[in-house]
Structure formats: structure tokens, C-alpha cells
């Protein structure tokens, strides 16, 4: 049985011509991150932040405020631990990636193997 995490990052974005990209910081540790559109919802995190299993899944949901959650937005995605520094957000839907870079978000929560999944 899977272990469910909550993780949260405290984001700085900025947007380019067709991603999203900034830094993610947990703790005392930042790391890259970029967001952007693919034909498949896939986040790739960096193998030193956390454990997670390589079958897992996360909810991701960003808002634009720390203590606001009523605009958030909700993604579910597939993880898989890749090398570097780096987050990195794939999403297959034009409404969402449009939705974040209309109002970048602040605050990003990783929910992983949330029971509801």
C-alpha cells in the first residue's frame, strides 16, 4: 500500500513565449521548474527531493494565493523521477496551461497516492 505525501512549493514564475517557467522552493531547497504543453500530463521530478514510487500518481493543484484555494486549479498526472534540479510539468490540456499563465500561480501542492485517485 502506497504512503500519501503532501508537498508544497513556494513558486516564482515568469512566462515565456509558449511555457512557464520559475522556481519551486521547499524548505531550503529550490529547484527549477518549467511548465508546458505535451500530448500526455506527465510531472518529472528530481531524484533528491523526496521518495516516491515509480508507479505513483499526484494531484498537482496550483492557486494564486497561499491562503485562498477558491481558484485553484487541479491536475492529475503520472510522476516519474528524473536527474537534475529540475520539476518539470507536462500538461495535455490547452485550458489549463492558458488558466496558469493568465494568473501565475504562487503556491504548488503535490498531493501523491491521495486515496481518492
Known sequence: MALKQEIRFVLDLSLAESYIYGT?????KSYSINIQQASQQLLVLPKDS??????SRASVSF??????????????????VGQGDLIEIYLDQDNVILALARNLPVQMILRVNPGSM
Do not use: R
Open 50 to 55: 523526496f521518495y516516491i514510487e515509480p508507479s
Open 63 to 80: 492557486s494564486c494565493s497561499p491562503d485562498n484555494h477558491s481558484n485553484e486549479i487541479i491536475v492529475t498526472s503520472e510522476i516519474m
Open 24 to 28: 519551486a522552493t521547499m524548505y531550503d
